[in-house]
C-alpha cells in the first residue's frame, strides 16, 4: 500500500509521524517526507494490504489533515529513487527536491529541518509552523 499526501506544514506533518508511532497494526515500510515552497509531500509506504476498515480509518485520518497527491514527476522520480535505495543527498541533487526524511518515521528529523530552515531565514514561513 502507498499513501502519497500534501501537507500544508510541518504540524501537520508531525501529526502524522505521532499517528504512525502510535498505530502498530500499521505495518510501516517507511515514511518519507519531502518539503517544498508551498507545503508539505508525505509518502507512507506499507509492507503488505491492509484490512478494508484499516485502510478506511487510515485514509480518513490522512485526508483530515491533507489532500492526496499525485506529485509532478520530478518528485515522482525523487520519491522512486529513495525507493530503490538511492542516498537521499545524490536524489535532492539529482531531482533538486529537499528530501527532509526518509525510512522509519522521524520527528526529529521533520524538527530540526524546520529549525534550521527558519534560523536560515530568520523568520518562521507558514508552511514550517
Not at 484499516?54 to 514527476?73: T, W
Request: charged share 20%.
Amino acid at each position: 500500500m502507498d499513501y502519497r499526501y500534501y501537507l500544508a506544514n510541518a504540524s501537520l506533518t508531525l501529526r502524522v509521524v505521532e499517528h504512525l508511532h502510535s498505530t502498530y497494526q500499521l505495518p510501516v515500510r517507511f515514511m518519507t517526507v519531502i518539503h517544498q515552497i508551498d507545503g508539505w509531500i508525505v509518502r507512507v509506504k506499507l509492507d503488505r494490504m491492509l484490512e478494508p476498515h484499516q485502510h478506511a480509518d487510515f485514509q480518513a485520518f490522512m485526508n483530515e489533515l491533507g489532500i492526496p497527491c499525485d506529485p509532478n514527476i520530478r518528485v515522482q522520480m525523487a520519491l522512486w529513487g529513495l525507493e530503490t535505495g538511492q542516498s537521499p543527498v545524490d536524489v535532492m541533487q539529482r531531482y533538486q527536491v529537499a528530501v527532509v526524511s526518509h525510512g522509519r518515521p522521524d520527528r526529529e528529523d521533520i524538527e530540526e529541518f524546520r529549525n534550521q530552515f527558519v534560523r536560515g531565514l530568520g523568520y518562521c514561513p507558514e508552511t514550517l509552523a
